[in-house]
C-alpha cells in the first residue's frame, strides 16, 4: 500500500484568508484513479478577498517520486473540480481556480480536495506530502456609502454623502465613474439638488467630476481623472450638492450606489475589477452601506458640512442663526469616528 498524508497541518495566513493544509492520510493504491491526499481548510476573516490560485508543494519520500502522481486537481465540498488539472505533480504546483474563489467571513470555511491518480508502478512503501503555497490574490475594490444625517435648506456645496472605496493588497485601483442613485420624497423633489460634484473628501475646496443637476434617477459621476486607489490603502470621497432654500423641512433625499457599477481598472493591467460592498464595518466605523436617507432640516439646523447660505469654501460648518456649534461639535465626532474606523477598514483590506 502506498501512504500519502501530510506530517503536520500547514498554515498560511494572507491579508485576512486563511489557509490550512490539514493532516489527513489516506491509503493510496498504485493504479488507483482519483484518490484523495489532502484537504485544505480555507477561511477567510472580515472582508476577505477572492483567490486566483494556490501554490503547494509536494515532497516524496519512502522511495516515492512526485511524477507518480497525475491529473491532480482541488475538489469543493459539492464533490466539483473547481482548478486546472495538473498532469504530471512536481515538487512545486500551482492550482489556479476555474472561477476566483471568494472567500470572507460570509462564506465560512471551504474545504478543498486534493485528488490525483496514482500511477501504478508507485512504490508500495512511499509518502507524499503536500504543503500550502501562499495564495495569490485576485486584484479586488471595496466600495461603500454613509450619508449624512441632515442638511440644512438654502446650503451650498453641503457634503450629502461620503463614498469610501478600499484597494486589496494585490493591486492598485483606478476609478474612474461612479453611478450614484438619488431619489427624493417627503415633500422634496430632486430638482432641489444642483451642483452636485465627487470631492476629495479631504479637500473639499476642490472637485474631481463636472457641475451636474441630478434630477432624480442614476446620476453618472465620470471623474476629471482617474481617482487611483493604492494597493492595501482606502480613499474617501464626498458627494457634495446645493440645496434650494425652497425644498420642504422634513422632505427626504435617499441616495445608493450599486459597487458592481463603479467603473474600476487595475492600474497596472488596465484589466476591468468589479467592486464589491463593505462587509462589516465601514471606514468611519459605521455599519457598512451602500445606500442611506438624508433629510432637510431648517436653515442652520442641519448636521451636514456644507456652507449654509454662504458661498465660502464646502466642508465648512453651517454658520446659520444657532447652527454654528452643533455642527462643529458633530463634525469633530464624525472626524474621530473616521480615523478610528479608517484603522479597522484597513486592516480589513486583502
Known amino acids: 500500500m502506498l501512504v500519502a498524508g501530510i506530517a503536520a497541518?500547514?498554515?498560511?495566513?494572507?491579508?485576512?484568508?486563511?489557509?490550512?493544509?490539514?493532516?489527513?492520510?489516506?491509503?493510496?493504491?498504485?493504479?488507483?484513479?482519483?484518490?484523495?491526499?489532502?484537504?485544505?481548510n480555507i477561511s477567510g476573516n472580515g472582508n476577505g478577498g477572492q483567490i486566483?490560485?494556490?501554490?503547494?508543494?509536494?515532497?516524496?519520500?519512502g522511495g516515492a517520486s512526485v511524477s507518480h502522481l497525475t491529473d491532480c486537481q482541488l475538489f469543493n465540498a459539492a464533490n466539483s473540480s473547481v482548478s486546472n488539472n495538473i498532469a504530471t505533480a512536481g515538487t512545486a504546483n500551482t492550482f489556479t481556480f476555474t472561477t476566483p474563489?471568494?472567500?470572507?467571513?460570509?462564506?465560512?470555511?471551504?474545504?478543498?480536495?486534493?485528488?490525483?491518480?496514482?500511477?501504478?508502478?508507485?512504490?508500495?512503501?512511499?509518502?507524499?506530502?503536500?504543503i500550502a503555497g501562499v495564495p495569490m490574490l485576485a486584484a479586488r475594490l471595496l466600495a461603500n456609502l454613509d450619508t449624512?444625517?441632515?442638511?440644512?435648506?438654502?446650503?451650498?456645496?453641503?457634503?450629502?454623502?461620503?463614498?469610501?472605496?478600499?484597494?486589496?493588497?494585490?493591486?492598485?485601483?483606478?476609478?474612474?465613474?461612479?453611478?450614484?442613485?438619488?431619489?427624493?420624497g417627503n415633500g422634496a423633489s430632486a430638482l432641489n439638488l444642483t451642483d452636485c460634484r465627487i470631492r476629495d473628501a479631504s479637500n473639499l475646496g476642490g472637485s474631481l467630476s463636472g457641475s451636474i443637476n441630478p434630477g432624480?434617477?442614476?446620476?453618472?459621476?465620470?471623474?476629471?481623472?482617474?481617482?487611483?486607489?493604492?494597493a492595501g490603502t482606502a480613499q474617501m470621497l464626498a458627494l457634495t450638492c446645493d440645496v434650494s432654500s425652497t425644498t420642504s423641512v422634513g422632505g427626504t433625499f435617499s441616495l445608493s450606489i450599486t459597487p458592481s457599477t463603479v467603473a474600476?481598472?487595475?492600474?497596472?493591467?488596465?484589466?476591468?475589477?468589479?467592486?464589491?460592498?463593505?462587509?462589516?464595518?465601514?471606514?468611519?466605523?459605521?455599519?457598512?452601506?451602500?445606500?442611506?436617507?438624508?433629510?432637510?432640516?431648517?436653515?442652520?439646523?442641519?448636521?451636514?458640512?456644507?456652507?449654509?447660505?454662504?458661498?465660502g469654501t464646502p466642508g465648512v460648518p453651517n454658520?446659520?442663526?444657532?447652527g454654528a456649534a452643533p455642527i462643529a461639535l458633530a463634525l469633530l465626532a464624525l472626524s474621530?469616528?473616521?480615523?478610528?474606523?479608517?484603522?479597522?477598514?484597513?486592516?480589513?483590506l486583502a
Open 336 to 348: 474621530a469616528a473616521a480615523v478610528v474606523g479608517g484603522m479597522k477598514y484597513l486592516r480589513k
Open 148 to 184: 449624512a444625517p441632515s442638511v440644512p435648506r438654502g446650503s451650498q456645496d453641503v457634503t450629502l454623502a461620503n463614498l469610501s472605496f478600499g484597494a486589496g493588497s494585490a493591486a492598485s485601483i483606478n476609478v474612474t465613474a461612479i453611478p450614484v442613485t438619488i431619489s427624493a
Open 52 to 61: 486566483i490560485s494556490l501554490p503547494t508543494s509536494l515532497v516524496a519520500g
Open 264 to 311: 474600476a481598472l487595475n492600474a497596472a493591467t488596465g484589466a476591468s475589477v468589479t467592486p464589491v460592498a463593505v462587509i462589516g464595518t465601514g471606514p468611519n466605523g459605521l455599519p457598512a452601506s451602500t445606500s442611506g436617507t438624508v433629510i432637510v432640516s431648517a436653515e442652520g439646523t442641519g448636521t451636514g458640512t456644507g456652507t449654509g447660505t454662504g458661498t
Open 101 to 130: 474563489l471568494t472567500v470572507n467571513a460570509a462564506t465560512g470555511a471551504q474545504v478543498l480536495t486534493v485528488r490525483c491518480d496514482v500511477a501504478s508502478g508507485a512504490s508500495a512503501t512511499g509518502t507524499y506530502t503536500f
Open 9 to 40: 497541518a500547514q498554515t498560511v495566513i494572507v491579508n485576512g484568508i486563511t489557509a490550512t493544509l490539514t493532516p489527513v492520510t489516506s491509503v493510496l493504491v498504485p493504479g488507483t484513479q482519483n484518490a484523495t491526499v489532502g484537504t485544505f
Open 216 to 230: 432624480g434617477g442614476t446620476v453618472q459621476f465620470v471623474l476629471s481623472s482617474p481617482l487611483t486607489v493604492a
Open 319 to 322: 454658520t446659520g442663526s444657532g
